[in-house]
């Protein structure tokens, strides 16, 4: 095999393959490495995602893998109340991942990108301080591939920028337990909307979900804070508990497969470049830290950075300097929202059941739509009127 490239990515979930794409069809000669043995599988994901950001990276929903159009959420309080946000229209699909992360990689590999699977970076090969290269191994031989550029698109667990010297960790603190089952022969009222459970008892400092992907067919899952977990209080337990407690939905319902994962819900990591490195997606916490949705936010970063990383390819100047550019156009654009957001769920974890009850009373449909775009200088003047208890944790964490 050719072992000399202009950049590698590792990784080929939806960030790193829509940086290849991207590098492929500026000419970049790309090679794409990733550890599973099927791209898409296994899935750690609801598969939910909205139209607009599938948009804004230049996808045009395909029925293949946008499985089901969702029309809006439906949130429930901790005593159970509905409170319907309806978008009116689709506005978002849940996917079948494992098709959909093919179809990004098929288009990468159509657009001059080249794919390994099975195969596991170790690390990146640093000389003087510089990244050039990766070594790796597929199916137990060694190898190391050179290139002038390599962008770490290995999601949460990533390894691959630590190993250039990044301090990409997380704290518990800013890591949520992801925990679900996909299940058939749900009876679903509602299969057109995204349905969302919070309450202490169902998921403390997180959520519930049922994400419907056919009529009776959903991801059910939960994420919960992971420094909260603990013997009695797994996502599996909570959501086990959840489950039992449903039965007018979950009788006659089993799982069709199992998945659990980890979700940076804090703030980007502190620096998202070095020479010849790039980080994106998961792997830079790229993450909404209110509903951990992260496959929007990650595509949009790739696409960024790959563009980013193909002009200085051009230049002859892939310096951390120059690889800066994707960084503080990120920040500007994505990393100022998610900051916000950031604040919001602060704040929100202070909420107690009492208050989450309230907000259903006193909050409308597109409220919740304006706070789930960080949006909320409203909050402090609706509180003031209608909450004053929740008034001064909205003052602490929201101005
Ligand atoms: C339970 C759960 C539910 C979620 N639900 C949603 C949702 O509904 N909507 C949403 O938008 N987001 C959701 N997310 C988050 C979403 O899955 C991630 O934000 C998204 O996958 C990030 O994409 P990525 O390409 O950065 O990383 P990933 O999708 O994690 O891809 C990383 C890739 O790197 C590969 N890799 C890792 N290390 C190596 C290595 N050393 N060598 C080679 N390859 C390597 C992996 O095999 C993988 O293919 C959920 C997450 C969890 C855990």
Same mark, same amino acid.
């Given at each position: 095999?050719? &072992? /000399?490239?202009?950049?590698? !990515?590792?990784? *080929?979930?939806?960030?790193? #393959?829509?940086? =290849? %794409?991207?590098?492929?069809?500026?000419?970049v000669?790309?090679?794409?490495?990733?550890?599973?043995?099927?791209?898409?599988?296994?899935?750690?994901?609801?598969?939910?995602?909205?139209?607009?950001?599938?948009?804004?990276v230049?996808?045009?929903?395909?029925?293949?893998?946008?499985?089901?159009?969702?029309?809006?959420?439906?949130?429930?309080?901790?005593?159970?109340?509905?409170?319907?946000?309806?978008?009116?229209?689709t506005?978002?699909y849940?996917?079948?991942?494992?098709?959909?992360e093919?179809?990004?990689?098929?288009?990468a590999?159509?657009?001059?990108a080249?794919?390994?699977?099975?195969?596991?970076?170790k690390g990146?090969?640093?000389?003087?301080?510089?990244?050039?290269?990766?070594?790796?191994?597929f199916?137990?031989?060694?190898? &190391? /591939?050179r290139?002038?550029? !390599?962008?770490? *698109?290995?999601?949460?667990? #990533?390894?691959? =920028? %630590?190993?250039?010297?990044?301090?990409?960790?997380?704290?518990?603190?800013?890591?949520?337990?992801?925990?679900?089952?996909?299940?058939?022969?749900?009876?679903?009222?509602?299969?057109d909307n995204?349905?969302?459970?919070?309450?202490a008892?169902?998921?403390?400092?997180?959520?519930?979900?049922?994400?419907?992907?056919?009529?009776?067919?959903?991801?059910?899952g939960?994420g919960?804070?992971?420094?909260?977990?603990?013997?009695?209080?797994?996502?599996?337990?909570?959501?086990?508990r959840?489950?039992?407690?449903?039965?007018?939905?979950?009788?006659?319902?089993s799982?069709?497969?199992?998945?659990?994962?980890?979700?940076?819900?804090?703030?980007?990591?502190?620096?998202?470049?070095?020479?010849?490195l790039?980080?994106?997606?998961?792997?830079?916490?790229?993450?909404?830290?209110?509903?951990?949705?992260?496959?929007?936010?990650?595509?949009?970063? =790739?696409?960024?950075?790959a563009?980013?990383?193909?002009?200085?390819?051009s230049?002859?100047?892939?310096?951390?300097?120059?690889?800066?550019?994707y960084?503080?156009?990120?920040?500007?654009?994505?990393?100022?929202?998610?900051?916000k957001?950031?604040?919001?769920?602060a704040?929100?974890?202070?909420?107690?059941?009492?208050?989450?009850?309230?907000?259903?009373?006193?909050?409308?449909?597109?409220?919740?739509?304006?706070?789930?775009?960080?949006?909320?200088?409203?909050?402090?003047?609706?509180?003031?009127?209608?909450?004053?208890k929740?008034?001064?944790?909205?003052?602490?964490?929201?101005?």
């Open positions: 095999m050719d &072992t /000399v490239f202009d950049a590698v !990515v590792v990784g *080929a979930g939806p960030a790193g #393959s829509i940086a =290849a %794409r991207v590098l492929a069809e500026k000419g000669k790309t090679l794409v490495l990733d550890k599973r043995q099927e791209i898409g599988a296994p899935k750690r994901c609801a598969e939910g995602i909205n139209v607009a950001s599938l948009k804004r230049g996808i045009e929903p395909d029925p293949a893998w946008a499985l089901r159009d969702i029309r809006g959420a439906i949130l429930y309080s901790p005593s159970g109340r509905p409170f319907k946000v309806d978008l009116g229209k506005s978002g849940v996917l079948e991942r494992k098709i959909f093919k179809h990004l990689a098929r288009d590999i159509r657009a001059g080249r794919y390994m699977v099975k195969t596991l970076a990146v090969v640093l000389e003087d301080g510089r990244v050039c290269g990766v070594s790796a191994e199916m137990g031989e060694e190898f &190391t /591939v290139s002038r550029l !390599v962008i770490a *698109a290995d999601g949460v667990d #990533s390894k691959i =920028a %630590r190993s250039a010297g990044l301090d990409t960790s997380n704290s518990l603190s800013d890591y949520h337990s992801g925990f679900q089952y996909e299940m058939a022969g749900l009876k679903l009222d509602d299969p995204l349905h969302i459970f919070f309450g008892d169902v998921a403390p400092k997180g959520y519930a979900w049922i994400f419907p992907k056919a009529r009776d067919v959903a991801n059910v939960i919960i804070l992971g420094q909260l977990s603990g013997p009695g209080h797994r996502a599996r337990e909570y959501l086990d959840f489950i039992a407690n449903r039965p007018e939905i979950f009788s006659g319902a799982p069709i497969e199992i998945n659990s994962g980890g979700i940076p819900v804090g703030s980007a990591a502190p620096c998202l470049v070095a020479d010849g790039m980080v994106v997606g998961d792997a830079a916490h790229q993450v909404n830290p209110i509903h951990g949705g992260g496959i929007a936010l990650a595509m949009n970063a =790739a696409k960024l950075a563009h980013v990383g193909a002009a200085a390819l230049e002859g100047d892939v310096s951390k300097e120059r690889l800066g550019e960084e503080r156009i990120w920040r500007e654009g994505d990393g100022v929202k998610l900051e957001l950031l604040k919001l769920r704040f929100m974890e202070k909420l107690d059941d009492d208050d989450l009850e309230k907000l259903v009373d006193i909050l409308d449909s597109d409220e919740v739509i304006k706070l789930t775009n960080g949006e909320y200088g409203f909050l402090v003047k609706k509180f003031f009127r209608k909450a004053p929740i008034l001064p944790l909205a003052r602490k964490f929201l101005t």
